[in-house]
Antibody, heavy 125, light 108 residues
C-alpha cells in the first residue's frame, strides 16, 4: 500500500532553516508529484508547493517563493523540503502528500490521495 | 486569489443524524472542489473530489454536491468515526494552486 513516512519533529530558533524528509513506498515513485502542505495550530491546511520526482520540476506557492527548496532522491524514493528564514509564525505541522491525477473532461487535475503522518516544526524567537 | 468560506465553524450533532456542511467560493471554481476529513491527531484524508465523486473506499453515506461557488458535503447517518474536521479545497492548474477552507468541526 502507498506509504509516506516523514522525519521527526524539529525545534528551531528564528532565522534558522529546517529540512524535512518524506520517504515514499508502495507505488512508482516517479509517477506522482509530491506536495508539501502545512497546518498551523487550529488553522486550515496551506499548500506550499510540489515537486515531480523524476525531473525535479518544482512549483511553489507565491508566499513561499524564495524561502522553500525542494529536492528528491530517486534512489531512496525520498523527497526533501527545506524552509529558510524561520519565524514563530512558521510553527506548524508539515505534511507531504502524494498527488493523484484525474481527468473529468479534457482537463486533468490533482488531488492529494495519500498523506504522510506529519512533522511538527516549532519555532521560537 | 480564491477564498473558501466554510460554515458553520462548529456543528454539534448526534450519531445517526444527517448533516450538511457548506463551502462557498469567492469566485466560480466550476466543480474543482474536494473535501477532506481530518480526525483528531491524524492527517487529512480525501473524501470527495470533482465536487461529487467519492474517493476510493469512502462509504456512500458521504455525498457532495454543487458547482460554481456553492458546495455542500452531506453525511447521512453519522457514525462515531465521522466526528472530525472537514475541509473543502479548490484545486487549479496553470499555475497550480491548492486552497483550503478553514474547516467545519463536527462534534458530538
Amino acid at each position: 500500500q502507498v506509504q509516506l513516512v516523514q522525519s521527526g519533529p524539529e525545534v528551531k530558533k528564528s532565522g534558522a532553516s529546517v529540512k524535512l524528509s518524506c520517504k515514499a513506498s508502495g507505488y512508482n515513485f516517479n509517477n506522482h508529484y509530491i506536495h508539501w502542505v502545512r497546518q498551523a495550530p487550529g488553522q486550515g491546511p496551506e499548500w506550499m508547493g510540489m515537486i515531480k520526482p523524476n525531473n525535479q520540476r518544482t512549483s511553489l506557492a507565491q508566499s513561499f517563493q524564495g524561502r522553500v527548496t525542494m529536492a528528491t532522491d530517486t534512489s531512496t524514493s525520498a523527497v526533501y523540503m527545506e524552509l529558510s528564514g524561520l519565524a514563530p509564525e512558521d510553527t506548524a505541522m508539515y505534511y507531504c502528500a502524494r498527488g493523484a491525477t484525474f481527468c473529468p473532461s479534457a482537463d486533468c487535475y490533482t488531488i492529494f490521495d495519500s498523506w504522510g503522518q506529519g512533522a511538527l516544526v516549532s519555532v521560537s524567537s | 486569489e480564491i477564498v473558501l468560506a466554510q460554515s458553520p465553524a462548529t456543528l454539534s450533532v448526534s450519531p445517526g443524524e444527517r448533516v450538511t456542511l457548506s463551502c462557498r467560493a469567492s469566485q466560480t471554481v466550476n466543480t474543482n472542489l474536494a473535501w477532506y476529513q481530518q480526525r483528531p491527531g491524524q492527517s487529512p484524508r480525501i473524501i470527495i473530489y470533482d465536487a461529487s465523486t467519492r474517493a476510493t473506499g469512502i462509504p456512500d453515506r458521504f455525498s457532495g454536491s454543487g458547482s460554481g461557488t456553492d458546495f455542500t458535503l452531506t453525511i447521512a447517518g453519522l457514525q462515531s468515526e465521522d466526528f472530525a474536521v472537514y475541509y473543502c479545497q479548490h484545486y487549479k492548474n496553470l499555475p497550480p494552486m491548492y486552497t483550503f477552507g478553514q474547516g467545519t468541526k463536527l462534534e458530538i
